[in-house]
């Protein structure tokens, strides 16, 4: 059965919003997360990864926060610009363990309007 | 910035036929992962592969798929036998397994079965 998934395929936002796209996962096990992002024609390319040791973690613009009690993994984005808009999977794999499946979700469009 | 090289970028064959997609992967990378998209749909995963043996595959990695690393250099995908569900982006992706599990993708080779 399917590990990761999204809640909503589609996002549309306003230039200058902040975004949340959310994740939730199935698999207890996992514990390494990563958010990619996709643009069109393009490869998955990596934005922010946390560990299941830890609930939140910051980047550039972009936090990611694991709640694992309940299994859920969000990306927020700040002051969402154009060049944002793409598709976000989430991902999970089990860190300790190189070479098993990094597994992905189903994918939310992020559509950022000027 | 050292990067994942695929080859061809896109492929159109006839149902039945073989078909190889080549990777050049990063050069410390010691994990190599091929996936697949089909067109609007998530990223699946197909196949791990670590010193010179497949670590793990999928269902979808049946006796049609075949992967190999002949010269230390090319990662490569074959498919034996085309079937037209067999269209999609095919992705190869490495990792150095050191440190984070974060995988870095190539753009990806779109095959076309017809």
């Known amino acids: 059965g399917e590990s990761v998934g999204l809640h909503l395929p589609t996002l549309s936002v306003q230039e200058g919003d902040n975004s949340i796209i959310n994740c939730a996962y199935s698999n207890s096990a996992s514990d390494y997360f990563i958010w990619y992002k996709q643009e069109s024609g393009k490869g998955p390319q990596f934005i922010i990864d946390?560990?299941?040791?830890?609930d939140k973690r910051q980047g550039q613009r972009v936090t990611v926060l694991l709640n694992k009690t309940v299994k859920h993994l969000s990306l927020q984005i700040a002051a969402t610009q154009p060049g944002d808009s793409a598709v976000y999977f989430c991902?999970?794999?089990?860190?300790?363990?190189?070479?098993?499946?990094?597994?992905f979700g189903k994918g939310t469009t992020l559509s950022v309007s000027s | 910035e050292p990067e994942v090289t695929q080859t061809p970028s896109h492929q159109v064959t006839q149902m039945g036929q073989e078909v190889i997609l080549r990777c050049v992967p990063i050069?410390?990378?010691?994990?190599f992962y091929w996936y697949r998209q089909i067109l609007g749909q998530k990223v699946e995963f197909l196949v791990s592969?670590?010193?010179?043996?497949?670590?793990?595959k999928s269902e979808i990695f049946d006796d049609q798929f075949s992967v190999e690393r002949p010269d230390g250099s090319n990662f490569t995908l074959k498919i034996r036998s085309t079937k037209l569900e067999d269209s999609a982006m095919y992705f190869c992706a490495g990792m150095t397994g050191v440190g984070t599990g974060e995988l870095f993708f190539g753009e990806g080779s779109r095959l076309t079965v017809l």
């Open positions: 050069s410390n990378h010691l994990y």
């Open positions: 592969f670590y010193n010179n043996e497949i670590s793990e």
């Open positions: 991902a999970e794999n089990r860190a300790n363990q190189a070479g098993t499946a990094l597994i």
């Open positions: 946390i560990r299941s040791n830890m």
